[in-house]
């Protein structure tokens, strides 16, 4: 519809018209009509005319349209539209032509974006929190890929800095037990968590005693890169619970590590560029900032790129600042080719987000771009109540305890089906009820119970395909025009909002959209399906009337097929029956 009103608007303008800010979309009162653009609003002051006057001349030539059954001016200028039910009727014909493809779009033109996400610390399993960040991730990353873009999915290692030593401490006290010795009760500062006997155990397996004769200075480097190559283990083996695989794990310590010092080459071409100095940061005003030194040091020059102040690169003892590591580390991406970049961090890091986003700037010349996006917190209840602390992270309910608890399918949805920057109540008893208020099972069951309309099909339809492929090529040659009823012409309408939905998502950045989208299809698909139960000559199928009941099994087919893209897109099974 949108090129029809574009081809309107030029018909009336001319060729020289600027008809890319046009917009097409459903008006939020459904009683305006099925679609509206803004066309005459944003065309009227290069057309020179009032919008009201320009929406009439455009209105005019879209009511010639033989798709469009009647157009309305509205308000100052705003066009609605009307479309004829042979509209939405096509518009199963292309769902039943593409089938999984249907949605696929091309507005991301190949461009490669880098998706960053979960980055958690290897110092132990994860917890739900976690898990949030790594549905979200995978989810957009799956989004922008059936969008066109060229996405890849990346996990930063943490594997340098300071919490990775205390993780060493950690192992080696672990150590020291598997070889007999009573450690008592952990010290405070060291991890406390039983998860780390195994890496104790290693150690023990492998060095015996040998590692309590030496220093710490020589057995730290050692005991650190067992522990955190044996964390990572958990760590994608708790991801693969979730279906979450990632195409990139970049080390931290790589920036650092054989001679390479990328953080100190990174600083010293920004020092080139003029955007580090050595000088005094100012006292802040109203408050404390936790990186403030009164003392002449290495600076980046955020402030000149959006910041709120100018950022330190080096500490007192002459290391860098996790800041000149993740401007190294972007820099990275950049080099590597990737202009588009995209973070999804934890809430807590808020306050990080104008920094990281200055130094991008800089590091490319201003021509990459960083969207953060923050995922709030979990809190984790059981029926309303909170959830106890884990046994084993001794800090926290792990995420591989509560996928193995309701399953990956319920905790992927449920982590989507709230706005990524919304505190998240996950409650575990909610998500396996069998009931609406359950988002996963609804949505599921509405595939479910798609496909169980084309078993009890077959039996007044023997030559009813079984395969998904076979079906609609067969249901193709079905008579889509008898969908006359109002709750059928409906839902043609909500499955035919899946392509728009996809581009604005995956614009957005918003995977939640989806799971939103989901929910309100398999709503409308439940609500025919009761209506026909209560009116039996609106069934899907219809004894002694193959060509009604061959329409409606289109129908059928059309919402299933979107239902399964879109829980694929989240990574959701679509299962053929709910047991």
């Not at 008809?19 to 803004?38: F, K, L």
């Not at 279906?243 to 590590?257: K, P």
């Amino acid at each position: 519809m949108l090129t029809r009103v574009q081809s309107a608007s030029t018909a009336v303008l001319g060729p020289g018209a600027e008809i890319s800010r046009i917009v097409v979309e459903p008006p939020r009162d459904p009683s305006h009509g099925d679609m509206a653009t803004n066309a005459p609003m944003v065309l009227a002051k290069d057309a020179g005319k009032k919008p009201r006057e320009l929406a009439e001349s455009i209105a005019d030539k879209l009511r010639s349209d033989d798709k469009i059954a009647s157009v309305d001016v509205a308000g100052p200028g705003f066009i609605n539209l009307t479309l004829k039910p042979n509209v939405w009727c096509e518009e199963l014909l292309v769902v039943l032509a593409q089938g999984a493809d249907y949605g696929r779009s091309d507005i991301g033109k190949d461009e490669r974006v880098n998706v960053e996400y979960v980055s958690a610390n290897p110092t132990g399993p994860m917890h739900v929190g976690h898990g949030r960040g790594a549905v979200f991730g995978d989810a957009l990353a799956n989004l922008l890929l059936f969008a066109g873009y060229d996405a890849t999915r990346e996990y930063y290692i943490n594997d340098a800095g300071a919490q990775v030593d205390v993780l060493a401490r950690s192992a080696f006290l672990r150590y020291r037990e598997a070889l007999g010795e009573d450690i008592g009760s952990i010290p405070e500062g060291l991890y406390p968590g039983d998860y780390l006997k195994p890496v104790g155990g290693e150690l023990a397996a492998e060095y015996d005693v040998k590692l309590t004769t030496m220093k710490e200075s020589e057995w730290l480097p050692i005991v650190r890169v067992k522990a955190i190559a044996m964390m990572m283990d958990v760590i994608k083996d708790d991801l693969a619970a979730l279906n979450v695989h990632f195409d990139v794990f970049f080390s931290e310590r790589s920036l650092i590590e054989g001679g390479r010092d990328e953080v100190g080459t990174t600083i010293e071409g920004l020092r080139e560029s003029g955007e580090v100095y050595e000088g005094r940061l100012p006292p802040p005003k109203g408050g404390s900032v936790e990186d403030w030194e009164d003392r002449e040091q290495t600076l980046f020059r955020s402030a000149d790129f959006g910041d709120d102040v100018d950022r330190p690169l080096k500490k007192s003892d002459g290391s860098y600042t996790y800041f000149a590591s993740d401007i190294a580390y972007h820099r990275s991406k950049i080099d590597r080719g990737f202009l588009n970049l995209i973070d999804v961090w934890g809430a807590d890091h808020g306050g990080y987000i104008k920094r990281m986003q200055a130094a991008v700037k800089a590091v490319s010349a201003g021509k990459a771009k960083l969207d953060v996006k923050l995922v709030q917190l979990v809190r984790l209840l059981r029926a309303g109540e909170p959830v106890k602390m884990s046994k084993r992270a001794g800090e926290f309910v792990t995420l591989r305890e509560v996928v193995d608890e309701v399953g990956r399918d319920a905790v992927r949805f449920d982590m989507l089906y709230r706005k990524n920057d919304a505190v998240l109540d996950f409650d575990l008893a909610r998500a396996i009820e069998h009931t609406r208020e359950n988002p996963v099972f609804y949505v599921q069951y509405g595939h479910a119970r798609g496909m169980s309309v084309f078993r009890n099909a077959r039996e007044e339809m023997p030559d009813l395909p079984a395969t998904a492929s076979a079906r609609r090529a067969y249901l193709r040659q079905a008579p889509v025009d008898r969908l006359s009823d109002t709750g059928e012409v409906s839902l043609l309408r909500r499955m035919a909002l899946y392509p728009r939905v996809i581009e604005g998502a995956a614009a957005a950045h918003e995977p939640h959209r989806i799971a939103f989208y989901l929910y309100e299809l398999a709503s409308e698909f439940h609500a025919v399906w009761t209506r026909g139960k209560d009116l039996p000559h609106l069934r899907f199928i219809i004894q002694n009337d193959r060509e009604t009941t061959k329409a409606r099994l289109a129908l059928v087919e059309g919402i299933v097929t979107v239902l399964a893209s879109g829980l694929a897109l989240l990574g959701v099974n679509a299962p053929e029956e709910m047991r």
